[in-house]
């Protein structure tokens, strides 16, 4: 196993061992967060929360009612995009201090962010997905432009 994926192992289980009390705070706290943080914009790009990732439910449950919520579809590897989006909001295994972030590992994100270069991104994680660690950052990497952490 390479270090990316020690590294991303190590996140997994950092996820895992989670509290369910404290997913459910978190899932208030990044609603209210995000609600404003995405207010200014009109096509935000979020996403479906996996299990283990920060629960996106009741912010993208708002986005809806405001007929702002878009949701990634992956076609031949990489997520289609035929909207102008001007805010996406970008999952991560683990973040460092200046936005770039370690996926799961299949570029997604990161063929996504470079077609969309000057678009507002936000990262979303638990505090606890914060990394003071090499992330090993490669050339193609984008970081986001603010990370929001709870």
């Known amino acids: 196993m390479n270090e990316k994926n020690a590294l991303r192992a190590r996140f997994k289980e950092v996820l895992k061992n989670l509290g369910v009390e404290r997913r459910f705070f978190v899932k208030e ?31 993208n449950e708002f986005l809806v009612s405001e007929k702002k919520l878009h949701l990634p579809f992956v076609a031949k590897n990489e997520i289609e995009s035929k909207v102008a989006y001007d805010c996406i909001i970008v999952p991560g295994l683990a973040y460092n201090k200046n936005g770039y972030r370690l996926g799961r590992g299949g570029g997604h994100y990161d063929k996504l962010l470079a077609k969309y270069p000057n678009v507002y991104t936000i990262g979303v994680c638990f505090k606890e997905q914060l990394c003071e660690e090499n992330l090993f950052i490669e050339p193609h990497d984008r970081p986001v432009k603010k990370v929001c952490a709870f």
């Open 29 to 59: 706290a990044v609603y209210e967060a995000l609600k404003t943080e995405t207010e200014p914009f009109q096509k935000v790009l979020s996403f479906a929360s996996l299990k283990d990732e920060v629960d996106l439910s009741l912010f």
